[in-house]
């Protein structure tokens, strides 16, 4: 994990409530995806959680095995404050790098983009370890230039593709149709599978 983004960093990020990524409610390409969902029992891992409306509206649809991750206490705090509907054993305090598990779907929303872009690879390999074979990392990243010395770090399609190619078969990465309003035109929808 590069130091400059550590916990302390993120914590300090909660605590003066300089929250900008989150929109409040449920990424409408996520909910889209989700609402098509229909293996309930499906393992499913959302990093850099947050407060989870995704998460949230997971278990609201009975998808009981959902797990949500994140970095700083302030921000699994601040979930277990906003909604009690998801257990505490589904929500970890810690490294996503340092994660152990196996699961059959991963959510990506905001986190690729808060990550020092020199682990986006080590984003790409580690979900990969964590996916089961045919598994599937599907969420927005942000096709933006956005910043270059502090999240969110933006870039482009094709410097992302380059991260996953190898690891994982491409089944969508296109501009997403159902951005809300300040991000439209900003976001690619991904659905890579993990081949073996």
Partial sequence: MDKKFDTDYWQTRWDENRTGWDIGHVSTPLKAYIDGLTDTSAAILIPGCGNAYEGEYLFRRGFLNTFLIDLAPGAVRALKERTDIIPDDRIILGDFFE?????????????????????????????????????????????????????????????????????????????????????EGRELFISLRKGR
């Fill in 99 to 183: 994660h152990r598990g196996s699961y059959d779907l991963i959510l990506e929303q905001t986190f690729f983009c808060a990550l020092d872009p020199d682990l986006r690879r080590a984003y790409a390999e580690k979900m990969h370890d964590l996916l089961e074979p045919g598994g599937r990392l599907v969420g927005v990243l942000f096709e933006d230039e956005l910043y270059k010395d502090h999240p969110p770090f933006g870039g482009d399609r094709e410097e992302y593709r380059s991260y996953f190619e190898d690891l994982f078969k491409i089944e969508v990465f296109e501009r997403c149709r159902n951005s809300i309003a300040p991000r």
